[in-house]
């Protein structure tokens, strides 16, 4: 199927059979699944790195002498050189193995303990998931730090002026997505992180929502701290990845302490390991961080541009196809915005709609997508969520509004 003259090359079709789960029922109707959002789907490519690992090369890394321990070493360290390639690191040892996104943030959180005081000023953004603000006031709390918020408005962009107005010489850090899961506003955050630096503070990018549709060059940026999780760009759950500038990676006391990342050990001192192992204690998740590193290359092997260009296309679909129903209000209508589409019907209850819409195979999030402070601002409990990745169709999209206009007939 073309899916546009635009997009001629791009063929869903053919990429969807990558996907086995896209072939499944839920509830005896074709799954469409458009809670890319929350997780992404795994193409068979990466499946079968994962199996390949358990069936032929499980072992624990950068410890044995035996055959087995160095293959799934090397796949591994090959694994942070391909992340280190992807995000344009300058060296491999500036990336940090994590569990994930909310992970990485807590890593440099805590590293920023002993770092600050009372008189020290962060600021952090209204458009945050709970996992870029709860850290952030843990370490305040710790340290008498103040936490200051860049507020945004009706469309669900920031307000920049307001943020010149919070940096001053008492600012240390920065941290603001780089796009948002909530309403899918694309942040300026070159921008963010110029002024930041034009007051000495470091910033810190939870690019958890953006790696799935763009390709971050962290050096371009000059950003100091960018995180993100596999499992939202076609890898497994529970790996990630911390980029960090290498000055303030050997900054940062470590996170945790155990194996593997200590240089020597005695009871009276113990001396830490180089980076990146200062910051990667006990066993890894070896297999996750080498699928981590299929999944970038299944994704660059489709190529971003086209991935972007084409998710844009679902999204001005979805977006034209939604307004065209009674009562449909768009929450997060951004100039810059990637494929996520949150909105609400009417006063009917988010929850009753995803539960129906369940019932005919569609998956969509319904709440405050973990981050509270924005339904607030819009004074609302949640909305209905729908994310869409290169794998969705249009077609789906025209199922969805058939649904939902189901729906909203059966519960107004
Ligand atoms: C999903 C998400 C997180 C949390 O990621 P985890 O994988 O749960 O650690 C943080 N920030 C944003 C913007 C997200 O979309």
Redesign the pocket.
Known sequence: MNVTEKNIDFNVESIRKDFPILRREVNGKPLVYFDN??TSQTPQQVIDVIVDYYSNYNANIHRGVHSLSQEATDAYELARQKIQTHFNAAQPHEIIFT?????G?NLVANGFTSLLNEKDELIVSAL??H??IVPWQMLCERTGAKLHVIPMNQNGDLDLSEYDKLLGPNTKLVFV?H???ALGTINPIKEIINKAHTVGAAVLV?G??SCPHIKPDVQDLDVDFYVC?A??ICGP?GI?MLYGKEKWLKTLPPYQGGGEMIAEVTFKKTSYADLPHKFEAGTPNVCGGIAFGAALDYMNAIGFDAIANYENELLDYATKLLLEIEGVKIYGTAKKKTSVISFNVGNIHPYDIGTLLDKMGIAVRTGHH?AQPIMDYYQIPGTIRASFMFYNTREEIDYFISSLKKAVLMLS
């Open positions: 959002a929350a569990s994930g996104t909310t992970h943030i945050e998931h996992s870029n997505n796009i948002s899961n939870d958890a929502q999780s499992h939202k759950t990630g973990c």
